[in-house]
């Protein structure tokens, strides 16, 4: 059985930087294709970044890109998702997800596994 477990969340001042990290458990993260997404109060679930199972490709949503880095640790079967420049809107529950397939992306619904969430709060 695949877990996913997420940490690095927090307060942080709007201009801040904090790291999340998501431990792949059960599997190697090697098997999987990588997503960050993130869920606001009141809002949809949205996609944040995502790689590919070779760490070579990524993606990144409009409101991220720049700002945001997503990584992957073989040796420490891990990914990471470093989060600069944070604004207010950042805030929200953010998650990591993996996929089994060789495709990946921005699709919630091709990933198959999920974590708990940790929460990261953007103050003024």
């Known amino acids: 059985q695949v877990q996913l477990v997420e940490s690095g969340g927090g307060l942080v001042q709007a201009g801040g930087s904090l790291r999340l990290s998501c431990v792949v458990s059960g599997r190697t993260v090697n098997m999987y294709a990588m997503g960050w997404f993130r869920q606001a109060p009141g809002k949809e679930r949205e996609s944040v970044a995502c790689?590919?199972?070779?760490?070579?490709?990524?993606i990144y949503s409009d409101s991220v890109k720049g700002r945001f880095t997503i990584s992957r640790d073989s040796a420490k079967n891990t990914v990471y998702l470093q989060l600069n420049s944070l604004k207010l809107e950042d805030t929200a529950v953010y998650y990591c997800a993996a996929s089994s397939r060789y495709t990946y992306g921005a699709d919630s619904r091709i990933y198959d596994y999920w974590g708990q969430g940790t929460q990261v709060t953007v103050s003024s």
């Open positions: 790689i590919s199972r070779s760490g070579g490709s990524t």
